[in-house]
């Protein structure tokens, strides 16, 4: 399994990034793909999800941020505009419910 994760970077509130997150092994196979997140001293959470043909959001991102996915290629993107500070956290995308190896994941930092 590889989860590469790719597209983070240093950033002024307001502006946007697009992560990128390519899959290998069986994980792309299963239907659901989410992307999670990690802030400094907080638990991991699911941010964005997609299955076939339905994606969702934690309220958090909603209306901010959009998740889609490309079969062909194994790779599962992240949209984010409209960062806010609290945005800042390492990101991971992964299966739903999640494979236990999760990659580096990409550093995303939002300043204010």
């Known amino acids: 399994v590889q989860l590469q994760a790719s597209g983070g970077g240093w950033v002024q509130a307001g502006d946007y990034l697009r992560l990128s997150c390519v899959v290998s092994?069986?994980?792309?196979?299963?239907?659901?793909m989410g992307w999670y997140r990690q802030a400094p001293g907080k638990p991991r959470e699911l941010v964005a999800s997609?299955?076939?043909?339905?994606?969702n959001y934690a309220d958090s991102v909603s209306g901010r941020f959009t998740v889609s996915r490309d079969n062909a290629k194994k790779k599962v993107d992240l949209q984010m505009n409209s960062l806010k500070p609290e945005d800042t956290a390492v990101y991971y995308c992964?299966?739903?419910?999640?494979?236990?190896?999760w990659g580096q994941g990409t550093l995303v930092t939002v300043s204010s």
């Open positions: 997609i299955s076939s043909g339905t994606t």
């Open positions: 992964n299966g739903i419910p999640p494979n236990a190896y």
């Open positions: 092994g069986s994980i792309f196979s299963i239907n659901r």
